[in-house]
């Protein structure tokens, strides 16, 4: 079970991007999910996430009013809406899907599948 990350690219600062996530190979049912992201030399962060109904979302506060969580059930897809892109939001930017549970979290242990990541850099 494997999920697919893209979107990633170079922009620069107050440019805006779309990630998109779903399931790569075997289709499989994705329920909460989330993205983290993680920068040269710091650990993983976490982003945003939001349920399986779309009905909650959480943000990390850094990215509050800038990021927008979405998801497309019937495409088994979530996104990321990147606007104002910063040079800080510099990262690869993992996408993560909870087994079963449809509940959003913001942490990472919550999580059972990963993505491979997509880098985005944000030129100043």
């Known amino acids: 079970v494997q999920l697919q990350a893209s979107g990633g690219g170079l922009v620069q600062a107050g440019g805006s991007l779309i990630l998109s996530c779903g399931p790569s190979g075997r289709t499989f049912t994705t329920y909460a999910m989330g993205w983290f992201r993680q920068a040269p030399g710091k650990e993983r962060e976490f982003v945003a996430a939001i349920s399986w109904s779309g009905s909650t979302t959480y943000y990390a506060d850094s990215v509050k009013g800038q990021f927008t969580i979405s998801r497309d059930n019937a495409e088994n897809t979530i996104y990321l809406q990147m606007n104002n892109l910063k040079p800080e939001d510099t990262a690869v930017y993992y996408c993560?899907?909870?087994?079963?549970?449809?509940?959003?979290?913001?942490?990472?242990?919550?999580?059972?599948?990963w993505g491979q990541g997509t880098q985005v850099t944000v030129s100043s």
């Open positions: 993560a899907s909870r087994r079963y549970a449809t509940s959003a979290s913001p942490s990472p242990d919550s999580y059972d599948y």
